[in-house]
């Protein structure tokens, strides 16, 4: 029989899930904790649209779907390629895509989120 030999990956701490909002007023904070949010970040992600990510409206999505983004868990694998580091991501979807800051925000933290609830 095989020996089974486990081997453990040193990672960083992750921040507290509060950490994504820190420096943000209840009102910011609000304003980006939208129904949509709420919504993607409390379920699976399944086969979602890219629409269905916080962040992500019709324009933008089409962008995105047109370069092969068209699902959420395809933009989910971007976001960990960029080792879920919020600022890398929002600029490669600011410089890529002509996302605006406060589209790119919201996407990168919803799909943080998602990741602290089912990762």
Not at 79 to 96: E, G, I, R, T, V
Request: proline residues 4%.
């Amino acid at each position: 029989m095989p020996e089974i030999v486990m081997m453990f990956v040193n990672t960083p701490e992750r921040e507290p899930r509060d950490a994504a909002f820190a420096g943000a007023s209840e009102d910011e904070e609000m304003a980006i904790r939208s129904k949509k949010f709420e919504e993607f970040v409390h379920e699976p992600m399944g086969d979602k649209p890219i629409t269905a990510v916080s962040g992500i409206n019709e324009e933008l999505g089409a962008k995105l779907a047109a370069n092969g983004f068209d699902k959420a868990y395809i933009l989910l694998g971007q976001f960990l390629l960029l080792k879920k580091q919020c600022a890398a991501f929002q600029n490669w979807l600011k410089l890529s895509y002509g996302a605006s800051s406060r589209q790119a925000e919201q996407c990168a933290l919803c799909l943080l989120e998602w990741c602290y609830a089912f990762l």
